[in-house]
């Protein structure tokens, strides 16, 4: 075991190296929502996002910053590479199945006073409709309480009415309970209009809704008198540059 954690430790490492960048994506969102959990409930937060795809998979990158009506401030962080079985040459399923892709998935989760390290397996998936479909499932080596098992799903699904067009994305998040924390569920969606294709612009600015059903928030078992299930709607600008 130890031996396939060095080695897919260094493909992670190395295969940068060698990269071809394929594709790049980078966005700016503003969000504001008033039924906020765990802490204040008014915030905005500005959210900035880099995804890319290269020679040896791919990654994803955001930043949150938090600013909340009592005057708090907060940043938070996550970085997500995988390695493509099919780029890399190791292993890739037969053309126009159920699974496209298989990975080595990883993602980094970064807090003010936390960080922790997700390994796992992921699956891209061929569904019709759907811009991309994954499904990772991670081994999550946590800061500060036990470890315990994630299981995430990531989805775009773009749709048009009439000359309109929009997206429906998002991904939904579950994690094991252990001793210290419950399990937690986070499904965050978006519904966005591309105004900006309607405006005549070339980048894409996209107007909607962000709804958050997080169940047991951080791991925080919901009581009468600290509830932790959040229900929670935002208005939502995003500008891809």
């Not at 199945?97 to 061929?126: Q, R, S």
């Not at 500060?144 to 699904?157: A, F």
Request: with cysteine.
């Amino acid at each position: 075991m130890r031996k396939t954690l060095l080695v897919l430790g260094t493909l992670l490492l190395t295969a940068p190296l060698h990269a071809k960048l394929l594709w790049q994506d980078f966005s700016a969102t503003y969000l504001y929502g008033e039924n906020y959990r765990v802490g204040d409930s008014r915030r905005a937060v500005l959210t900035f996002e880099h995804a890319s795809g290269a020679s040896w998979g791919d990654s994803f990158f955001f930043l949150d910053h938090l600013r909340s009506r009592d005057g708090g401030r907060e940043n938070y962080a996550e970085w997500s590479p995988r390695l493509s079985g099919c780029k890399l040459e190791i292993y890739c399923p037969e053309k126009g199945g159920l699974i496209k892709d298989v990975l080595f998935a990883n993602t980094v989760e970064m807090a003010e006073h936390a960080t922790h390290f997700l390994h796992g397996v992921g699956l891209d998936l061929n569904i019709p409709g759907f811009q991309y479909l994954q499904v990772n499932t991670y081994r999550r080596n946590n800061d500060q309480v036990e470890d315990n098992w994630q299981l995430t799903t990531v989805w775009g699904y773009p749709f048009s009415i009439g000359q309109q067009a929009f997206l429906f994305d998002g991904f939904l998040d579950w994690f094991s309970s252990t001793e210290d924390q419950r399990a937690s569920m986070n499904w965050t969606s978006q519904l966005k209009w591309n105004a900006g294709k309607a405006m005549g612009l070339e980048e894409r600015l996209y107007l909607g809704v962000e709804y958050v059903y997080w169940r047991n928030k951080f791991g925080i078992a919901d009581t009468l008198g600290f509830p932790t299930h959040e229900s929670n709607v935002n208005l939502l600008v995003k500008y891809h540059f």
